[in-house]
C-alpha cells in the first residue's frame, strides 16, 4: 500500500510545525525521515495517524484522498503507528493493551483474551521477541514496551507502519533485530515510515530518504549518501561526527563505590555488590542494557534510592545516607535518564527549569527572596550557551522538542561548579548536531579535571567518550574494561558473555 | 533480622509485617484495657435473633471479664499466628479476620458490663448506614476510573432521594420513585459531563457548584411545594423488605444480608456488575483506558469523550438510586439536605479503597459499621462524651487509612479533560 | 489591536458570563414568585412581571452588596454600608480561599479548610475572652494563637501524608467533622460557658481583642479585610518571589523532577499543609475578633467549603483568589438584602451564586452561548486531580 | 379609630422556616396574627454570620416588633435593641438580657424594649417521661437528641427525669435509655437532617426492646414515627408541637407530644403590640400557663389506662402547684 501527503500544514500558534510537506512513500518501501529535533516528524505523523488534525494539506492511500478525523479511520485505512511516546496503559497488561479498541467478548460481555495472547506469543516467536501477554505494562523494560507497540501494529495488519523513533531506546542487538525486522516486513509488502536520528540504521535499512528542516521538506537524499552529508543536510551546516578527545592522565580518586546494594520497594535487589572507582579527569562510561540496574545505581550515587546499602565515598567524604539535596551540593551534576519526568517541570518555564535545583543559592535568591531579573538573564545567558532553540525564555518546557528539553537539562547541570558528573542517557532522542554539542561539553568536562560517570546503552557513545568501560549485566558490574574494546566484544559482554581476553 | 533481609521484603510483605505489629499491639492493649484496668464486672448480653431463624440461639451471656480475657487472647494467638504465617510469608488473610472479631468481642464483653448488644442487629445497622455510601462510591468508581473527578455525589444522591420520595409520594408506589430515582442522578450528573466534557470546566468547581445547586434547587420546592402541600407531595411510602427463600433463615448473616430492601438487592448486583465489568469487561477496559490514557485510548479509535459521558451519566443514575435509599428505602418522605453530607464520605471511602470496587465496598462498611457501633454504645451508656462518640467513625476511617491503607494512586488522566487533537 | 483583544478577553467573557448567569437566575427569580406566576394567563404581563421581579431582585442584590441610596441620608457615607458588608463577608473567604489555593500551587487539595477555621476561631476566641491584654498586644495574640492551632491541625495532615502516604482529602474530610464535633464539646464545657448559661456560645471576645473598625462604628468593616489583603500579598509574594514558594510549586508541578532537584517532598507536604492551616486558621480569627466576636458551634459556616470554589475560581493564584471572594461577599450580602427586600427565598440565592460561578468558571460555555469564534480562552481547568 | 399598621418581622436561626421545629412555630404563630393591620416576615439565615445583617435590615425596614427565634441570636438581638430604643423586640429561648459588653454579668440588666420568651419544657417532658414509663411493656422507653444544646437536651433531662419519678411512685424499673442524668450526655444524630442516622438509631431503641420513643430532633422526628409505623414494635412522642396536627401521616403512632408554644407566645408578643401593650417582663411558657404542654392521645387514647391518664393528669397539676419538681 502507498501512502502520499501532498502540502501538509500543521501550526500551534504562530509555530508552524509542517509547512506544505509533500511526502511518497510507495508499496513495500522503507522510507526514513530525518530532522532536527524539533523539525516537525513527529507532527507530520501525528496529522497522518489522526491524533492531530492538519491546517491544509491531503493525504492519500492508494492514490485516493482519505479523510482522517481520528486514529480510528487511520486503523481502518491501514495506517499502523509506534509512536515516540508509547501509547500504552502502564497498569494494563500486554495482551489488554493490544485488544484494547478490538476487544472480543463471549456473549456475557466478558473479554475473551485467550485468542488475543495465542496471537500475541505467535507474532512474538516469529519476529523473536519475548513478550509475556501476562505481564503488566508498567513493570516492562521500555525495549518490551516498544515491541509490544510493534506487536499490536503487527496483529492489526497495518500496511502502512510508522516508526517514530523506535531504536531510541533499543540495545544495538535489539536495533538489529528490529532492523531486520523491519526488513522482512517490507518484504512482505508493508510500507513502513522510519524516523530515527541515527544515520547508520538509515544507511542500513532505508529505501528512500527525506530530510525535513524547521517544518519544511529540504531534500531527498540517496541512502549511498554519507552519514556526513545526511547530517549537513538536516542541521544545515557541517556536522563532525568523530569525537575528539585529547589523551590525560586522570588524577586522584574522585568518586569511590564500594559494595553497593539497591533494593526496589518490592524487595527486589537490582544492584548487588557493586564496587568501582571514578578518577578526576577520567570519563567512566557504564554500559548495559536498558534495565539492568545501571539507572538504580546513577539515582543511588545522588541519594534518589531508598533501600541502600554499601558505600559510596565522593572527594573523601561518605554521602552514603545524604539527601538528594546534599549530595547535590556536595558536588555531583545529575543529569537523569527520564527528562520529561525527573528532569524537567514541564509547566514552569525555561528559566525557572533552568534553576531548579541552584534556585536556593546565590545570584539567584539572597536569603528566602528570589530575584526574576536575574533568573531570567543567567536564563539568557545558558542557552546561548547550549544553544537551546526557543522563543521566550520564559515560554514553559513543554513547549521544547525533546532535544531542546534535554539540553536545558544539561545546561543546569553542567553549569554548577561540581566534581562529579553523572549522566543517564546524556544524548538519548537527539539529533546528530546536539549530540555533538553534548559530547563535546562532556569531554570539556573532564577536560577540566572533573570526573565524568555516563549511563549508556548507546555503543558508539560509549565507545567515544570512554576512558574506561564498566559494563553492567543484572545488577552487577561483571567487567571493567579498556575504551579500545570492540563494538562486538562489548554487545557480547552486555548479554553476559565474556569473550576471550575480557575477564578483569 | 539483619538490615538486609528488611530490605528485601516487598510492599506487600511490608504491609502485612505492619499489621502483625498493629495486632501485637492492639491485642496486648484489648488485655490490658478491658481485662486488667476494669475493676467491676458484670454479665454481658448478646442477642442474635432477629427474626425467625434456623438455629434460635437467642442470647448469649457471659462475664464480662471471663469474656475479656477470652477474647484478648484469642486476639493475641491470632497475631501471633500472624506472625508465623508471615514468616512463612503466606498471607494473612484468615489470621487478620480472627483477629479482628477477637478485638471486637473483646471490646465489646468490656464495653456490654452489665448491658444488651443485639450483634445481628448491630451488623445489619452498620450495613444499612453503608448502603448509600456503596451507592456513592460506585458512582464514583464509575466516573473516575473514566476520567471525570466526581464531587458532585452529594448532589446526585440528594437529586436522587428528592425524586424518588416525590414520585413515590405523589403516586402512592414505591417502584415509580425507585425507577425515577436514577433518571435524577442521571441529570446531574448529564450536567457533569457536559459542563465537564463538552466545555472543560474544572471538576472540582463543577462538583462543588453542582451540590450547591441541587441543595439550593431541592430546599427551595420543599419549602414551596412539599412542605405546604405535604400530603400529596411528601408522604411517600417505603420499600417492605424482602426475605430472601432459604437464605434469610441462615443465622446471623441471614437478617443481615438477606432480609432486604430491593434497594440493598440492586446494590449487591451492582457491586459484583462493576468489579466483574471494570476488570473483566470490553466495557470496563475502555473506561478505565479513557482514565489512565485517553491518548493512547483514543490512538487505537476509542473515542474518549463518548465513553466518559456514557460512564459519567451512568455513574450518576447509579449515585441517584442510591439516594432514593434515603427516602423510600429508610424514612419516605424527603427530609431538607437528607444526605447530610454521605456524598463525601462515599468520596472518601473511594480514595480510600484506591478507586476499586470491592476496596470501596470495605471502607464504607467500617464506616457504616463504626457509626452504628457508636449509636449502640451511646444508647448502652459510655462514660466518652457522646460529641466524642460521633467522631468515632470519622476518627476510625484516618486510622484505618493512615495504619492500613498508606499511599493510593487515581486513575493517571482523572480530572484532566481530554480534547482530540490537540495533545499527543 | 493585540491590546483590545486582550482587554475584551479579560473583561468581555466573565462580563458576559455574569449577565449570562443573571438571566438564568432571572428566570428561575421571575419563576418562582408566585406574583408573576399569577400573570400567566396574559403573555405581555407576565414578561413584563417577570422582569419588573428579576429587576427589582437585582437592583436589591445591587444595594445589598454595594451601595444603597436609601441609606444615604442624612449621611451620604453610610450608603456604603452595604459594600461594609460586603468587604466583612469577604474577608475571612479571602483567607480560606488563599489557604486552599496555596496548597493547590504545592499539589495538595485542601478539603480541611473547614476545619482549620474551627480551630482557628477557637484559639482567637479563647485568648480573646480568657486573657487580658492591653489593647494591640492583645489582638496579636490571639491572631497568632489561631494561626499556631490551625497551622498545627492542618500541619497534622501534611505529615500524615509525608509519613504514611494517607491521602489528604479524606483525610481533611473526616478531620472537618472531628473538628466541628470537638467545637461542640468545647462549647459544653464549663470554661467556654457563659456564666449562668448553658448555650453553646462562648462569652464573647473583650474589646481589647476585637479588630478595629475602619469607617466608623456603623459599618462592620474592619481590619480583617486589611489583614487579609496583606495575607493575600503575601501569598503571592511566598508564591512568585520566594525560594519557599519555587519549592511548593516544584513539588506541585512535577514532584518527581522537584524531588530530583534535591528538594524534600515530605518537608513540603507538611510545611504547606501548616501554612495553609495558619491561613484558614486567620481566616477563623478575623471572623470571631473582627465580625462575631462570639464563638458559636456553627462559627465554621461553610467558609472552609465555599474556599474551594473561590480558590479555583481565582486559579488558585492570590490576586484572583481575591476577586472571587469578593465577588462571593458581595453575593453573600447582596442575597440577605434580596430576601428582605424581594421574595426570593434564600434557597434561590444560593442557586444563583452556583450558576454564577458556572458560568464565570466556563469560559468555553460563555464562547459557544455567544458564538464568538475569534476570543482565544484558557482552559477552565485549575485542578489537578487527586495525583496531585 | 383606624389601627396603626403593625409589622412584625422574625429573624429565624439557620434551621430555616422548614425545620419543623421551633422556627416553623414562630412563623405558624406569627401568620396567625396576620390581618389588615398586621404585616409579618421572616428573614432566614444561611449561618451565623446572617443574625446581625438580618436584625439591621429588620430595624431599617421599621419594623414594629422583631422577634429573634433560637438562643444563637441572642447577642444580635440584644445589640440591637440598645441600639434602637424605639423598636420592640423579643428572644425565643433566651432571657433577652443585657449581660455586659464581655457577657459575664449575671443577673444581666433587662432592656425595657426586649422581651424573653422561654419554655420550661422540661415540666411537659417530665409529664411524657411518666406517661412513656406508665404506658411501657418492655419496661424500656428511649429519647435521642439532634445535637447536645440545651434547648435539646432540656426534653430529653425532663423525659429521663419523669421516668426516675414513675418508678419512684410506683417502686418499678422502668429504664430510660439514649440521657443521662447524671452525665447529662446521652445519644445524638450529630446534626438534624440524617434521617437514615435518625432511623437507625430508633431500630436500635427497639433492638434494646424501647416500645416508647421520644426524638429531640426537629423534623428527623418522622424517621422514628416512621419506624414505629411499620415495625409496630413502638410508639413515638412527637415533639415541639402537636404531631397529629402537624405530622398527621404518622398519627396511628403518635401517644402524644410534648409542646413548646412557641407559636402562641410569638403571636402573644405581636398581639401585644398591635394592642400597645408589649411589655418587656420576660416570658416563661410553663404548664401553668400552657406555654407547654403534654398534647391529647389523640387516636391512641383507648390504649392508654384510664388510670395512667389520670395519674399524668394529677402529675401536671402537681407541678404546677410546686409539689413535684421537675429538675
Ligand atoms: N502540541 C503542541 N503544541 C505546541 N507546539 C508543539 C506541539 N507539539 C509539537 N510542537 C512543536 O512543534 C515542533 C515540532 O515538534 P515535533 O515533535 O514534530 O518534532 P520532531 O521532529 O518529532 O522532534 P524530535 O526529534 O525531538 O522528536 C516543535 O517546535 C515543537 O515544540
Ligand atoms: N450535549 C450533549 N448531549 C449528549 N451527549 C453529548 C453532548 N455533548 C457531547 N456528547 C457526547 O460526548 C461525546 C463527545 O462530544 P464531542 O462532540 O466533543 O466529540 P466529537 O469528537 O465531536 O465526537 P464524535 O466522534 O461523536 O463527533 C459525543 O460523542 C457525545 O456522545
Ligand atoms: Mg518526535
Ligand atoms: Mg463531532
Redesign the interface.
Known amino acids: 500500500m502507498s501512502l502520499e501527503l501532498r502540502a501538509v500544514t500543521k501550526s500551534f500558534g504562530a509555530l508552524i510545525a509542517n509547512d506544505h510537506i509533500d511526502l511518497k512513500v510507495g508499496d513495500g518501501e522503507i522510507h526514513a525521515i530525518l530532522g532536527e529535533n524539533g523539525a516537525g516528524k513527529?507532527t507530520l505523523m501525528?496529522v497522518v495517524?489522526g491524533?492531530?488534525?492538519p491546517d491544509a494539506g491531503e493525504i492519500l492511500v492508494d492514490g485516493e484522498e482519505i479523510k482522517i478525523s481520528?486514529?480510528?479511520d487511520a486503523?481502518?485505512a491501514g495506517i499502523g503507528?509506534v509512536?515516540q511516546?508509547?501509547?500504552?496503559?502502564?497498569?494494563?497488561t500486554v495482551a489488554?493493551n493490544i485488544?484494547?479498541?478490538?476487544?472480543k467478548?463471549n456473549k456475557f460481555?466478558?473479554?475473551e483474551l485467550s485468542k488475543a495472547k495465542e496471537e500475541i506469543r505467535r507474532v512474538s516467536a516469529e519476529f523473536n521477541f519475548d513478550v509475556d501477554p501476562d505481564s503488566l505494562v508498567e513493570t516492562l523494560p521500555v525495549g518490551i514496551q516498544q515491541r509490544v507497540e510493534i506487536i499490536?501494529a503487527l496483529i492489526y495488519d497495518a500496511k502502512v507502519l510508522i516508526l517514530d523513533e523506535p531504536t531510541a531506546v533499543l540495545t544495538p542487538q535489539e536495533t538489529d533485530e528490529l532492523l531486520r525486522n523491519m526488513k522482512i516486513l517490507r518484504d512482505k509488502g508493508t510500507s513502513i515510515v522510519f524516523i530515527t536520528h541515527k544515520l547508520r540504521e538509515v544507511q542500513e535499512a532505508a529505501d528512500k530518504i527525506t530530510v525535513i528542516r524547521r517544518g519544511k521538506v529540504v531534500g531527498n537524499p540517496l541512502v549511498t549518501a554519507s552519514q556526513e552529508e545526511l547530517a549537513s543536510l538536516m542541521v544545515g551546516r557541517p556536522v563532525a561526527l568523530d569525537v575528539y578527545k585529547k589523551a590525560i592522565t586522570p588524577g586522584p580518586v574522585a568518586l569511590s563505590v564500594k559494595n553497593l546494594?539497591v533494593?526496589d520497594?518490592?524487595?527486589?535487589?537490582l544492584v548487588k555488590n557493586v564496587t568501582f572507582d571514578v578518577h578526576e579527569g577520567e570519563i567512566l562510561a557504564v554500559a548495559g542494557v536498558q534495565g539492568n540496574g545501571q539507572s538504580e545505581l546513577a539515582k543511588a550515587i545522588v541519594g534518589l534510592e531508598e533501600?541502600i546499602?554499601g558505600s559510596i565515598v565522593l572527594d573523601g567524604k561518605d554521602i552514603t545516607t545524604w539527601s538528594v539535596h546534599d549530595t547535590l551540593y556536595s558536588g555531583i551534576a545529575y543529569v537523569p535518564e527520564d527528562r520529561e519526568h525527573d528532569g524537567l517541570i514541564s509547566s514552569f518555564s525555561i528559566a525557572e527549569n533552568l534553576i531548579l535545583d541552584t534556585f536556593d543559592t546565590p545570584p539567584y535568591a539572597k536569603g528566602p527572596v528570589m530575584s526574576p531579573t536575574i533568573v531570567a538573564r543567567e536564563a539568557e545567558v545558558r542557552v546561548k550557551e547550549f544553544d537551546v532553540r526557543l522563543q521566550s525564555v520564559q515560554d514553559s518546557a513543554a513547549s521544547l522538542s525533546g532535544g531542546n528539553k534535554q539540553k536545558v537539562v544539561l545546561a543546569r547541570e553542567l553549569s554548577r561548579p561540581v566534581k562529579l558528573v553523572v549522566a543517564s542517557q546524556p544524548t538519548r532522542g537527539l539529533d546528530v548536531g546536539s549530540i555533538e554539542f553534548v559530547h563535546q561539553r562532556i569531554i570539556s568536562e573532564r577536560d577540566s579535571g572533573k570526573a565524568v560517570l555516563i549511563f549508556s546503552t548507546e555503543l558508539d557513545e560509549v565507545t567515544d567518550l570512554a576512558d574506561r568501560i564498566a559494563v553492567m549485566y543484572r545488577g552487577e558490574i561483571i567487567a571493567m574494561v579498556a575504551a579500545t574494546t570492540s563494538r562486538e566484544d562489548l554487545g557480547l559482554l552486555m548479554a553476559g558473555v565474556h569473550p576471550e581476553g575480557t575477564r578483569s | 533480622m539483619t538490615?538486609?533481609e528488611v530490605?528485601?521484603?516487598?510492599?506487600p510483605?511490608?504491609r502485612r509485617r505492619r499489621m502483625v505489629v498493629m495486632m501485637g499491639v492492639l491485642g496486648v492493649f484489648a488485655l490490658v484495657a478491658f481485662f486488667i484496668i476494669p475493676k467491676q464486672h458484670d454479665k454481658a448480653t448478646f442477642?442474635f435473633v432477629m427474626d425467625k431463624e434456623w438455629v434460635a440461639v437467642h442470647e448469649w451471656a457471659i462475664n464480662s471479664r471471663h469474656g475479656s480475657l477470652g477474647f484478648a487472647i484469642l486476639a493475641i494467638l491470632a497475631a501471633i499466628l500472624a506472625y508465623f504465617q508471615f514468616r512463612a510469608r503466606k498471607t494473612i488473610r484468615i489470621a487478620s479476620a480472627i483477629f479482628g472479631v477477637s478485638f471486637l468481642m473483646s471490646f465489646l464483653c468490656w464495653a456490654a458490663s452489665g448491658k444488651?448488644i443485639?450483634l445481628t442487629?448491630?451488623l445489619q445497622?452498620g450495613l444499612?448506614?453503608a448502603v448509600?455510601l456503596i451507592y456513592g462510591a460506585m458512582a464514583g468508581v464509575l466516573c473516575e476510573r473514566s476520567g471525570v473527578?466526581n464531587i458532585a455525589i452529594e448532589g446526585q444522591l440528594l437529586a436522587g432521594a428528592f425524586a424518588s420520595g416525590v414520585l413515590a409520594s405523589l403516586t402512592q408506589k414505591t417502584w415509580i420513585g425507585l425507577l425515577i430515582a436514577p433518571f435524577a442522578g442521571a441529570l446531574i450528573a448529564y450536567l457533569l459531563a457536559v459542563?465537564a466534557i463538552?466545555?472543560?470546566?474544572?471538576?472540582?468547581?463543577?462538583g462543588?457548584?453542582?451540590n450547591?445547586?441541587v441543595?439550593?434547587?431541592t430546599?427551595?420546592l420543599?419549602?414551596?411545594l412539599l412542605?405546604p402541600y405535604?400530603?400529596t407531595w411528601n408522604?411517600g411510602p417505603?420499600l417492605?423488605p424482602i426475605k430472601i427463600p432459604v437464605l434469610w433463615k441462615i443465622p446471623i448473616l441471614g437478617p443481615i444480608f438477606f432480609d432486604q430492601t430491593i434497594i440493598v438487592y440492586l446494590m449487591y448486583a451492582i457491586v459484583i456488575l462493576i468489579h466483574?465489568?471494570l476488570f473483566?469487561?470490553?466495557?470496563g477496559?475502555?473506561m478505565?483506558?479513557a482514565g489512565?490514557?485517553p491518548?493512547?485510548?483514543?490512538?487505537?479509535?476509542?473515542?474518549v469523550n463518548r465513553t466518559r459521558f456514557r460512564n459519567v451519566i451512568l455513574a450518576g443514575a447509579i449515585a441517584g438510586l442510591g439516594g432514593a435509599?434515603?427516602t423510600i428505602g429508610?424514612?419516605?418522605?424527603f427530609?431538607?439536605?437528607?444526605t447530610?453530607?454521605?456524598g463525601?464520605?462515599a468520596?472518601?471511602a473511594l480514595?480510600?479503597g484506591r478507586w476499586s470496587p470491592l476496596g470501596a465496598v470495605s471502607a464504607a462498611l467500617i464506616f457504616g459499621f463504626a457509626?452504628?457501633l457508636q449509636?449502640?454504645l451511646?444508647?448502652?451508656?459510655t462514660a466518652i462524651?457522646?460529641?466524642?462518640m460521633?467522631?468515632a467513625p470519622?476518627?476510625a476511617?484516618?486510622i484505618a487509612?493512615?495504619?492500613f491503607?498508606?499511599?493510593?494512586?487515581?486513575p493517571?488522566?482523572?480530572?484532566?479533560?481530554y480534547k482530540?487533537?490537540e495533545s499527543? | 489591536m493585540k491590546f483590545f483583544r486582550k482587554a475584551v478577553s479579560t473583561i468581555a467573557l466573565p462580563g458576559l458570563a455574569f449577565l449570562s448567569a443573571l438571566f438564568v437566575s432571572g428566570l428561575l427569580i421571575a419563576f418562582?414568585d408566585p406574583k408573576v406566576l399569577k400573570l400567566a394567563h396574559s403573555p405581555f404581563k407576565f414578561i413584563g412581571g417577570a422582569f419588573a421581579a428579576a429587576g427589582k431582585a437585582y437592583l436589591a442584590l445591587f444595594e445589598g452588596a454595594i451601595f444603597d441610596p436609601n441609606l444615604a441620608h442624612p449621611n451620604f457615607f453610610d450608603g456604603f454600608y452595604p459594600l461594609s458588608e460586603t468587604l466583612v463577608a469577604a474577608s475571612p473567604l479571602i483567607l480560606t480561599g488563599l489557604s486552599v489555593a496555596l496548597a493547590f500551587r504545592a499539589g495538595l487539595?485542601n478539603i480541611g479548610a473547614q476545619g482549620q477555621f474551627i480551630f482557628g476561631a477557637i484559639g482567637a476566641s479563647v485568648v480573646g475572652f480568657k486573657t487580658t491584654m492591653p489593647v494591640g498586644i492583645h489582638v496579636i495574640a490571639a491572631i497568632v494563637t489561631a494561626m499556631v492551632f490551625a497551622g498545627l491541625w492542618g500541619g497534622f495532615v501534611g505529615l500524615?501524608k509525608a509519613?504514611?502516604?494517607?491521602?489528604e482529602?479524606?483525610?481533611t474530610?473526616?478531620?472537618n467533622?472531628?473538628a466541628s464535633?470537638?467545637l461542640?464539646?468545647l462549647l459544653?464545657t464549663t470554661p467556654f460557658l457563659r456564666k449562668g448559661r448553658q448555650d453553646p456560645i462562648a462569652p464573647p471576645v473583650k474589646e481589647s481583642a476585637r479588630l478595629p473598625h475602619l469607617a466608623g462604628p456603623n459599618l462592620r468593616v474592619n481590619l480583617g479585610i486589611i489583614i487579609a489583603l496583606a495575607a493575600a500579598a503575601g501569598v503571592w509574594w511566598l508564591l512568585n518571589r520566594s525560594t519557599w514558594g519555587f519549592r511548593f510549586r516544584a513539588v506541585g508541578a512535577n514532584a518527581a523532577a522537584a524531588r530530583t532537584a534535591g528538594i524534600s517532598v515530605p518537608l513540603v507536604t507538611t510545611l504547606v499543609m501548616a501554612i495553609a492551616g495558619a491561613l484558614a486558621g486567620l481566616g477563623g480569627a478575623v471572623q470571631i475578633l473582627g465580625s462575631e466576636y462570639a464563638l458559636t458551634a456553627g462559627a465554621g459556616g461553610t467558609f472552609g467549603?465555599d474556599a474551594?470554589?473561590v480558590a479555583?475560581?481565582g486559579r488558585a493564584n492570590p490576586i484572583g483568589t481575591v476577586f472571587a471572594a469578593l465577588l462571593f461577599g458581595g453575593l453573600r450580602a447582596g442575597g440577605l438584602t434580596m430576601q428582605a427586600n424581594t421574595d426570593t427565598?434564600i434557597?434561590?440565592?444560593?442557586?444563583i451564586?452556583?450558576?454564577v460561578?458556572?458560568f464565570i468558571?466556563?469560559p468555553?460555555?460563555v464562547k459557544?452561548v455567544f458564538r464568538i469564534k475569534q476570543l482565544k480562552v484558557g482552559?477552565?481547568?485549575?485542578?489537578?486531580?487527586?495525583?496531585g | 379609630p383606624a389601627a396603626t399598621a403593625v409589622k412584625a418581622c422574625l429573624a429565624l436561626d439557620t434551621g430555616?422556616?422548614?425545620?419543623k421545629s421551633f422556627n416553623a412555630a414562630a412563623w405558624r404563630g406569627a401568620q396567625s396574627t396576620a390581618t389588615a393591620s398586621v404585616t409579618v416576615k421572616y428573614l432566614a439565615a444561611q449561618s451565623d454570620a446572617d443574625y446581625a445583617p438580618n436584625i439591621k435590615k429588620l430595624v431599617d425596614e421599621k419594623c414594629s416588633v422583631i422577634i429573634g427565634v433560637g438562643f444563637l441570636i441572642n447577642s444580635a438581638i440584644v445589640d440591637a435593641a440598645k441600639a434602637n430604643p424605639g423598636t420592640k423586640f423579643a428572644i425565643v429561648d433566651q432571657d433577652g438580657f443585657d449581660h455586659g459588653p464581655n457577657g459575664d454579668q449575671y443577673p444581666g440588666t433587662a432592656l425595657t424594649n426586649l422581651k424573653g420568651l422561654q419554655f420550661a419544657t422540661n415540666q411537659s417532658a417530665f409529664q411524657a417521661g411518666y406517661l412513656a414509663a406508665g404506658f411501657s411493656k418492655t419496661g424500656k422507653v428511649?429519647t435521642y437528641g439532634g445535637l447536645?444544646i440545651p434547648p435539646v437536651t432540656i426534653f430529653m433531662d425532663g423525659f429521663a427525669k419523669g421516668v426516675a419519678y414513675y418508678n419512684k411512685v410506683k417502686g418499678k424499673k422502668v429504664v430510660a435509655?439514649?440521657w443521662?442524668t447524671v452525665k447529662k450526655?446521652?445519644?445524638?444524630v450529630?446534626?438534624f437532617?440524617?434521617?437514615?442516622?435518625?432511623?437507625?438509631?430508633s431500630?436500635?431503641?427497639e433492638?434494646?426492646?424501647a416500645d416508647v420513643i421520644f426524638p429531640v430532633a426537629g423534623?428527623?422526628g418522622?424517621?422514628t414515627a416512621?419506624q414505629s409505623m411499620?415495625g409496630h414494635k413502638s410508639v413515638t412522642i412527637w415533639v415541639d408541637s402537636d404531631g397529629y396536627v402537624q405530622a398527621?401521616?404518622y398519627k396511628s403512632v403518635l401517644l402524644t407530644s410534648v409542646v413548646k408554644g412557641v407559636d402562641t407566645s410569638v403571636a402573644g408578643v405581636i398581639k401585644d403590640v398591635a394592642k400597645g401593650m408589649f411589655s418587656s417582663t420576660g416570658y416563661l411558657g410553663t404548664l401553668a400557663n400552657k406555654g407547654t404542654y403534654l398534647a391529647s392521645y389523640h387516636d391512641l387514647a383507648k390504649k392508654v389506662a384510664a388510670r395512667l391518664q389520670n395519674e399524668v393528669r394529677q402529675l401536671g397539676i402537681d407541678i404546677k402547684s410546686g409539689k413535684v419538681k421537675v429538675s
Do not use: C
Not at chain 1, 99 to 103: A, F, I, R, T, Y
Not at chain 2, 330 to 333: F, N
Open positions: 513527529s501525528n495517524y491524533l492531530l488534525q481520528g486514529p480510528a486503523l481502518a503507528m509512536h511516546h508509547f501509547m500504552l496503559i502502564p497498569v494494563f489488554e485488544v484494547l479498541g478490538h476487544e467478548t460481555g466478558i473479554l499490536r546494594n533494593h520497594i518490592t524487595g527486589r535487589r533501600f546499602d | 538490615q538486609v530490605l528485601s521484603l516487598s510492599a510483605e511490608r442477642g444488651f443485639p442487629g448491630l445497622g444499612l448506614l448509600p473527578i459542563f463538552k466545555f472543560a470546566i474544572d471538576q472540582v468547581i463543577l462543588f457548584v453542582l450547591v445547586l441543595i439550593g434547587l430546599d427551595f420543599y419549602k414551596r412542605i405535604q400530603t408522604s417505603i417492605s466483574v465489568g473483566r469487561s470490553k466495557w477496559l475502555r478505565r483506558a489512565e490514557h491518548t493512547a485510548a483514543e490512538s487505537v479509535g476509542i473515542n435509599y434515603f429508610a424514612v419516605g418522605p427530609g431538607k439536605e437528607m447530610a453530607g454521605k463525601f464520605i468520596l472518601a480514595i480510600f457509626d452504628n449509636g449502640v451511646s444508647i448502652i451508656g462524651p457522646s460529641e466524642f460521633l467522631m470519622y476518627v476511617t484516618i487509612v493512615t495504619g491503607v498508606g499511599r493510593v494512586r487515581a493517571a488522566a482523572d480530572g484532566v479533560p482530540r487533537g499527543v | 418562582s487539595f500524615l509519613k504514611t502516604g494517607a491521602h482529602v479524606i483525610v474530610i473526616m478531620l467533622y472531628v464535633y470537638f461542640l464539646w459544653s467549603f474551594i470554589t479555583l475560581l427565598p434557597d434561590l440565592i444560593l442557586v451564586q452556583a450558576l460561578v458556572l468558571a466556563a468555553a460555555l459557544a482552559s477552565g481547568v485549575v485542578s489537578k486531580g487527586w495525583n | 430555616g422556616v422548614d425545620d428511649a447536645n435509655l439514649g443521662d450526655d446521652g445519644t445524638f450529630g446534626g437532617s440524617d434521617q437514615a442516622k435518625a432511623l437507625q438509631i431500630k436500635n431503641f433492638q434494646q426492646g423534623g428527623l418522622g424517621a416512621g411499620t398527621p401521616q
